[in-house]
C-alpha cells in the first residue's frame, strides 16, 4: 500500500494543489457543514432545505469530477424531486414555523456512530481503491452522456436491471401496503353499516 | 483574455434577453387580453396604447412597503422570490438560440441541465407557501407541490422522446438532427411537454395552486411590493424558459423553410413568441381545472401518451436504422 501512495505521489503529488483540488475541498466543506445542520437543525423545513443545500454540493463536486450527467440527474431526482416530495410531507403534517422542541428520537448518540462507521467504510473502500486513479482534465472529458452511456449499459447492464427490479418490487410493495389499509378501512365501515 | 470578454459578452447578452423578454411577453399579455375580451386594457401611460404601463407598474411596485407578517419564517420567506426566479436564468444560459456556438454556454448534458434547474423553481413556491405562516398560503403550496409531483414524470418522458429520437442529450445537437417530419412524429410528445411545462408553470387553465378565487394567490398571499413582482416576473420568465424549449425540442429551433444561415435565430424566437401568444390564449379561453381533475389528467392521460410516444419513437427508430 505504501508503494502505490509513492507512486501516486510522485505522479501528481499531493501537496501541490490546483484549483480544482482548492474547489473541491471548499465545496466538500460547505456540502459537509449543510449535512450536519440538517441532523441537527430542530426546525424541521429548515432541515429539508438545508439538505437541499448538501445535496446541491453533491452534484458541484460530481461536476468538478467531470461526471456532468451524474451532477444533473442528482439535481433532477434529488434537489427537484426527493426534497419537493419531503417538503410536501411536512407540509400535510402541518410542521410549525420556529423550533420543534420534541423533534429528537432520543437515538442521538448509536446515529452518530452509525454514520461514522458508514463513513469510515466509505472512505476507507474509495480511497483504496482509486488511491492512484487521477482525472485528467485538460484532455476530452471522461464522464460526459456518452461515456457513461457506454460504460452502463455495456459492462454494468445486469446490475443496473437489477436495480430496476429491485424498485418494481418497492412499488409494487408500496401499492400493496396502501390497498391492504383501504380495503381493511371499507371494509371496517361496511361492517359498521350492517351493524 | 478575449476567452474571458467572449464569456463576459454572452452572460450579458443572456441576462439583458432575461430582462426584456419577460416583460415584453407581460405587455403582450396585457394587450392579448384585451383585444381577446374586447376591452381597452391600459391606454394611457405612456401615450401610445398604453405601452408604459409595465413600467408604470414596475415602479410602483419599488414604491410598495416591503411587508413580512409577523408570524412569517423571516428568512425564508425573504429568500423565496429569488429561489423561484434565479432557475429560469440558469436555464437559459443553456437554450440555443441559432446554429453554430449561439448559446449562452453550451452544455453537454443540457437536456437534463434545463429540465433539473427548471424543477428547482417549484421549491421557491414551497418556500413561500410555507413560510408565510398563513393557511391560503399553505394550501398553495400544497398543491404546487403535488401539480410539480403529478406534471414532472410526463415532461422527462416527452423529453427523453425527442433525445432518443436525436440520439443526444445536447440541445444544440438535438437541434443540428431536426428535419421537418420530425414534429408530424413527435407531435404526441410536444404536446405533452407543453401541456406539462404550462402545469408546472402554474398557468391558467393549470392555476389551481394560486387560484385567485378561492385561495387568494396561494403561495403569494402575503407577498407584496418587489418581492411580489418578482415571482410575476419568474412566472412570464418560465413562459420564455418553456417556449423556447418547446422551440428547440420540438419545433426545430433555428430550422425554418427558408434563411436558416445567419436568420436562424429570428426563427427560434418567432416560434417562442407564437408559442407564448398560445400560452396567454389558453389563460384567456380555458377555465381552470379542478384539482382531481388536474391529478386525472396527468396520471391518466398524458403519462400513457407519453410512454406511447416513447414506444413510437423506439419503433421508427429501429426501422429507419
Redesign the interface.
Given at each position: 500500500m505504501t508503494g502505490t501512495v509513492a507512486l501516486a505521489a510522485q505522479s501528481q503529488g499531493f501537496l501541490s494543489t490546483s484549483g480544482v483540488e482548492i474547489a473541491f475541498l471548499l465545496v466538500g466543506l460547505v456540502t459537509f457543514g449543510a449535512a450536519l445542520v440538517t441532523v441537527t437543525t430542530k426546525q424541521l423545513v429548515h432541515a429539508a432545505l438545508w439538505l437541499v443545500v448538501a445535496l446541491g454540493g453533491l452534484a458541484v463536486e460530481y461536476l468538478l469530477l467531470t461526471a456532468e450527467f451524474i451532477a444533473w440527474v442528482q439535481v433532477l431526482i434529488y434537489v427537484g424531486s426527493v426534497v419537493v416530495l419531503l417538503l410536501f410531507g411536512l407540509m400535510l403534517t402541518k410542521a410549525p414555523i420556529g423550533r420543534s422542541p420534541d423533534a429528537d428520537s432520543g437515538n442521538r448518540w448509536p446515529a452518530l456512530g452509525v454514520a461514522v462507521a458508514a463513513a469510515a467504510a466509505l472512505v476507507w473502500i474509495v480511497v483504496d481503491a482509486f488511491r492512484t486513479t487521477w482525472i485528467d482534465l485538460d484532455g476530452a472529458p471522461q464522464g460526459t452522456t456518452k461515456v457513461s452511456g457506454e460504460i452502463l449499459f455495456r459492462h454494468w447492464v445486469l446490475p443496473f436491471e437489477a436495480l430496476s427490479v429491485l424498485l418494481l418490487a418497492a412499488l409494487v410493495g408500496a401499492v400493496v401496503l396502501s390497498r391492504r389499509k383501504a380495503d381493511a378501512e371499507t371494509a371496517g365501515s361496511k361492517a359498521g353499516g350492517k351493524r | 483574455m478575449s476567452d474571458t470578454l467572449d464569456v463576459v459578452l454572452r452572460l450579458v447578452a443572456v441576462f439583458v434577453v432575461f430582462l426584456v423578454l419577460p416583460l415584453a411577453i407581460g405587455q403582450t399579455e396585457h394587450k392579448v387580453m384585451a383585444h381577446m375580451q374586447g376591452r381597452l386594457g391600459p391606454m394611457y401611460a405612456g401615450g401610445f396604447h398604453g405601452w408604459a404601463q409595465l413600467v408604470a407598474d414596475g415602479v410602483k411596485f419599488a414604491q410598495k412597503e416591503d411587508v413580512v407578517p409577523a408570524?412569517?419564517?423571516r428568512r425564508?420567506f425573504q429568500l423565496a422570490p429569488a429561489v423561484a426566479l434565479l432557475p429560469y436564468l440558469l436555464v437559459l444560459i443553456a437554450i440555443p438560440v441559432g446554429p453554430g456556438n449561439a448559446v449562452g454556454q453550451a452544455?453537454?448534458?443540457g437536456l437534463?441541465?434545463v429540465?433539473?434547474?427548471m424543477?428547482?423553481g417549484?421549491?421557491g413556491s414551497?418556500?413561500a407557501?410555507?413560510?408565510s405562516?398563513n393557511k391560503f398560503s399553505?394550501l398553495g403550496?400544497?398543491r404546487t407541490?403535488?401539480q410539480?409531483?403529478a406534471y414532472?414524470l410526463p415532461m422527462?418522458l416527452a423529453a427523453a422522446s425527442v433525445a432518443m429520437a436525436a440520439g443526444?442529450?445536447?440541445l444544440p445537437g438535438i437541434v443540428d438532427a431536426f428535419h421537418w417530419w420530425w414534429v408530424p412524429w413527435q407531435i404526441v410528445g410536444g404536446l405533452v411537454f407543453f401541456t406539462a411545462g404550462l402545469a408546472e408553470l402554474q398557468r391558467p387553465p393549470f392555476d389551481m395552486p394560486v387560484a385567485d378565487s378561492e385561495i387568494i394567490f396561494g403561495a403569494y398571499t402575503e407577498y407584496t411590493g418587489l418581492r411580489f413582482a418578482l415571482f410575476l416576473l419568474s412566472e412570464y420568465a418560465g413562459i420564455v424558459v418553456l417556449c423556447g424549449l418547446t422551440t428547440v425540442l420540438f419545433l426545430g429551433g433555428w430550422h425554418g423553410p427558408f434563411g436558416a444561415d445567419g436568420l436562424g435565430w429570428l426563427w427560434t424566437l418567432l416560434k417562442t413568441l407564437v408559442l407564448a401568444f398560445v400560452v396567454i390564449w389558453l389563460r384567456v379561453s380555458y377555465p381552470r381545472l379542478r384539482e382531481d381533475q388536474l391529478q386525472k389528467l396527468a396520471w391518466t392521460v398524458l403519462i400513457p401518451l407519453a410512454l406511447a410516444q416513447i414506444a413510437l419513437t423506439g419503433v421508427v427508430k429501429v426501422v429507419t436504422q
Open positions: - | 408570524g412569517a419564517d425564508i452544455v453537454d448534458a437534463f441541465f429540465l433539473a434547474v424543477g428547482v417549484v421549491l414551497l418556500m407557501g410555507w413560510a405562516a399553505l403550496g400544497l407541490a403535488a410539480l409531483l414532472e422527462l443526444t442529450v445536447s
